[in-house]
Nanobody, 116 residues
Framework: QLQLVESGGGSVQPGGSLRLSCVAS????????IGWFRQAPGKEREGVSC????????KYLDSVKGRFTITRDNAKNTVYLQMNGLKPEDTAVYFC?????????WGQGTQVIVSS
Protein backbone atom coordinates (compact mmCIF):
# COMPACT_ATOMS: atom_id res chain seq x y z
CA GLN A 1 0.00 0.00 0.00
CA LEU A 2 1.38 3.38 -1.03
CA GLN A 3 1.03 5.93 1.71
CA LEU A 4 2.51 8.86 3.55
CA VAL A 5 2.30 9.03 7.31
CA GLU A 6 2.86 12.22 9.26
CA SER A 7 3.77 12.33 12.93
CA GLY A 8 5.20 14.70 15.49
CA GLY A 9 2.27 17.01 16.00
CA GLY A 10 1.08 18.02 19.43
CA SER A 11 0.21 20.85 21.71
CA VAL A 12 2.85 23.43 22.63
CA GLN A 13 3.05 26.88 24.12
CA PRO A 14 3.90 29.91 22.00
CA GLY A 15 7.61 29.99 21.33
CA GLY A 16 7.89 26.23 21.49
CA SER A 17 9.17 23.78 18.91
CA LEU A 18 7.98 20.66 17.17
CA ARG A 19 9.49 18.45 14.51
CA LEU A 20 7.09 16.87 12.07
CA SER A 21 8.03 13.75 10.15
CA CYS A 22 6.58 12.41 6.93
CA VAL A 23 7.44 8.80 6.18
CA ALA A 24 6.61 7.07 2.92
CA SER A 25 5.75 3.41 2.73
CA UNK A 26 5.31 1.35 -0.39
CA UNK A 27 7.35 3.70 -2.55
CA UNK A 28 10.59 5.66 -2.52
CA UNK A 29 10.58 9.40 -1.98
CA UNK A 30 13.88 9.78 -3.85
CA UNK A 31 12.30 11.16 -7.02
CA UNK A 32 9.49 13.11 -5.42
CA UNK A 33 9.28 16.76 -4.54
CA ILE A 34 7.78 17.07 -1.09
CA GLY A 35 5.58 19.78 0.31
CA TRP A 36 4.19 20.51 3.73
CA PHE A 37 0.75 22.08 3.81
CA ARG A 38 -1.52 23.12 6.63
CA GLN A 39 -5.18 23.75 7.12
CA ALA A 40 -6.58 25.73 10.02
CA PRO A 41 -10.24 25.48 11.02
CA GLY A 42 -12.41 27.43 8.60
CA LYS A 43 -9.51 28.20 6.29
CA GLU A 44 -8.22 26.84 3.04
CA ARG A 45 -5.23 24.57 2.89
CA GLU A 46 -2.02 26.51 2.30
CA GLY A 47 1.48 25.54 1.31
CA VAL A 48 4.01 25.97 4.09
CA SER A 49 7.23 24.66 2.64
CA CYS A 50 8.59 22.45 -0.10
CA UNK A 51 11.83 20.73 -0.98
CA UNK A 52 13.15 19.34 -4.25
CA UNK A 53 14.36 15.80 -4.81
CA UNK A 54 17.98 16.53 -3.88
CA UNK A 55 17.17 18.71 -0.89
CA UNK A 56 19.15 21.55 -2.40
CA UNK A 57 16.22 23.84 -3.06
CA UNK A 58 13.61 24.81 -0.51
CA LYS A 59 10.81 27.31 -0.32
CA TYR A 60 8.82 28.72 2.57
CA LEU A 61 5.64 30.59 3.20
CA ASP A 62 6.61 34.14 4.16
CA SER A 63 5.06 33.86 7.60
CA VAL A 64 7.25 30.87 8.56
CA LYS A 65 10.56 31.97 7.05
CA GLY A 66 13.30 31.94 9.63
CA ARG A 67 11.27 29.73 11.97
CA PHE A 68 10.61 26.53 9.99
CA THR A 69 13.16 24.32 8.25
CA ILE A 70 12.36 21.53 5.81
CA THR A 71 14.85 18.72 5.30
CA ARG A 72 14.82 15.25 3.82
CA ASP A 73 16.64 12.02 4.49
CA ASN A 74 16.18 9.84 1.45
CA ALA A 75 17.95 6.93 3.15
CA LYS A 76 15.16 6.93 5.73
CA ASN A 77 12.47 7.76 3.17
CA THR A 78 11.50 10.65 5.41
CA VAL A 79 10.97 14.39 5.19
CA TYR A 80 11.01 16.62 8.24
CA LEU A 81 9.63 20.00 9.14
CA GLN A 82 11.39 21.57 12.10
CA MET A 83 9.17 24.26 13.55
CA ASN A 84 10.65 26.72 16.03
CA GLY A 85 9.21 29.87 17.52
CA LEU A 86 5.70 28.55 17.11
CA LYS A 87 2.85 31.05 17.20
CA PRO A 88 -0.87 30.56 17.83
CA GLU A 89 -1.48 31.27 14.15
CA ASP A 90 0.53 28.16 13.28
CA THR A 91 -2.26 26.05 14.75
CA ALA A 92 -3.52 23.74 12.03
CA VAL A 93 -3.51 20.22 10.71
CA TYR A 94 -0.27 19.70 8.83
CA PHE A 95 -0.12 17.46 5.78
CA CYS A 96 2.73 16.27 3.64
CA UNK A 97 2.47 15.80 -0.09
CA UNK A 98 4.69 13.87 -2.48
CA UNK A 99 4.52 14.87 -6.11
CA UNK A 100 6.16 13.47 -9.24
CA UNK A 101 4.85 13.67 -12.79
CA UNK A 102 1.34 12.23 -12.60
CA UNK A 103 1.70 10.84 -9.10
CA UNK A 104 0.46 12.80 -6.13
CA UNK A 105 0.20 11.41 -2.59
CA TRP A 106 -1.13 12.95 0.60
CA GLY A 107 -0.80 11.91 4.21
CA GLN A 108 -3.62 11.92 6.71
CA GLY A 109 -2.29 14.92 8.63
CA THR A 110 -1.00 15.65 12.10
CA GLN A 111 -2.52 18.22 14.43
CA VAL A 112 -0.44 21.12 15.75
CA ILE A 113 -1.91 23.31 18.48
CA VAL A 114 -0.09 26.36 19.73
CA SER A 115 -1.71 27.83 22.78
CA SER A 116 -0.88 29.21 26.19
Amino acid sequence: QLQLVESGGGSVQPGGSLRLSCVASGFSLDYYSIGWFRQAPGKEREGVSCIDTSGARTKYLDSVKGRFTITRDNAKNTVYLQMNGLKPEDTAVYFCNAKRSGNNYWGQGTQVIVSS
